[in-house]
Nanobody, 118 residues
Framework: QVQLVESGGGSVQAGGSLRLSCAAS????????MGWFRQAPGKERRRVAT???????SVADSVKGRFIISQGNAKKSLYLQMNSLDLEDSAMYYC????????????WGQGTQVTVSS
């Protein structure tokens, strides 16, 4: 089992920055990929960024050039640096992990809210 706990969300004005963190614990050796997803009210959850030995380090086109994903030692932490935030970045942000033998992300945190205001 793997537990994921997000932090770092909050309210920020457009153009500002936030850094999200995800603390991972449990059987981390099984994790092949980690990522950030977000879901705005009334919309589907979407991938924001991924990183790992079994997935590419990449960010979605909508955040390219503004968001950076990084990982701490031994997969114990995951970060998302978000710069130049705009109103459309407002959402609940989720940390997720995928075990080596799964095709989809199978571990999820409870989420951290990001609200961008004008």
């Amino acid at each position: 089992q793997v537990q994921l706990v997000e932090s770092g969300g909050g309210s920020v004005q457009a153009g500002g920055s936030l850094r999200l963190s995800c603390a991972a614990s449990g059987v981390l050796d099984s994790i092949a990929c980690m990522g950030w997803f977000r879901q705005a009210p009334g919309k589907e959850r979407r991938r924001v960024a991924t990183i790992g030995s079994d997935c590419s380090t990449s960010v979605a086109d909508s955040v390219k050039g503004r968001f950076i994903i990084s990982q701490g030692n031994a997969k114990k932490s995951l970060y998302l640096q978000m710069n130049s935030l705009d109103l459309e970045d407002s959402a609940m942000y989720y940390c997720a992990a995928r075990a080596r033998w799964f095709s989809d992300f199978n571990y999820w945190g409870q989420g951290t809210q990001v609200t961008v205001s004008s």
